[in-house]
């Protein structure tokens, strides 16, 4: 070997461009493609779980109605909203009741009476009713609805004492 043939072996044995560029683009993608792999085994029971939930709260038939045994505990939610619907009735008949079931729920999720108790009559004062008697059944609480009558606080020109 002379030392004028060592360029020229030197320029024949180092890859070209185009060949690095294969070699990178063959690595990224092998690279690219583990990565994927790796985040859908991991991803996968996540998703499955997550559909799952999702599934069972929506637990819906074709017709998109909702599944009345799904969830057959009633809901402390609409008897908050029977006592705003029932507060025009009451005002302009003077009377109406409201049952509160024993096994109402919030949320889903069972809650002690008394809470719930407080959480209607919050409900109640705020539409301006009042509860003026009150019935225990198996069944749940029957309460007399009746208009919040003027008390103290309703004239503001009367001086308290």
């Known amino acids: 070997m002379t030392p004028s043939t060592l360029p020229a072996?030197?320029?024949?044995?180092?890859?070209?461009?185009?060949?690095?560029?294969?070699?990178?683009?063959?690595?990224?993608?092998?690279?690219?493609?583990?990565?994927?792999?790796?985040?859908?085994?991991?991803?996968?029971?996540?998703?499955?779980?997550?559909?799952?939930?999702?599934?069972?709260?929506?637990?819906?038939?074709d017709s998109g109605e909702v599944d009345p045994d799904a969830d057959a505990a009633p809901r402390l939610e609409d008897v908050i909203a029977e006592v705003s619907r029932l507060a025009p009735e009451v005002r302009a008949t003077g009377s109406a009741t409201l049952t509160v079931p024993a096994d109402v729920t919030v949320d889903g999720r069972a809650v002690d009476s008394g809470t719930v108790d407080a959480l209607v009559r919050d409900s109640l004062r705020r539409s301006g009713l009042v509860a003026a008697a009150e019935i225990d059944t198996p069944q749940g609480r029957t309460l007399e609805l009746r208009p919040l009558g003027p008390g103290p606080d309703a004239d503001p020109d009367r001086t308290r004492t």
């Open 9 to 61: 072996l030197a320029a024949a044995s180092s890859p070209s461009s185009t060949q690095v560029a294969v070699v990178v683009a063959d690595v990224q993608g092998s690279v690219l493609v583990r990565s994927f792999l790796i985040a859908v085994v991991v991803m996968a029971p996540v998703w499955v779980l997550v559909r799952k939930r999702v599934t069972r709260s929506h637990a819906t038939d």
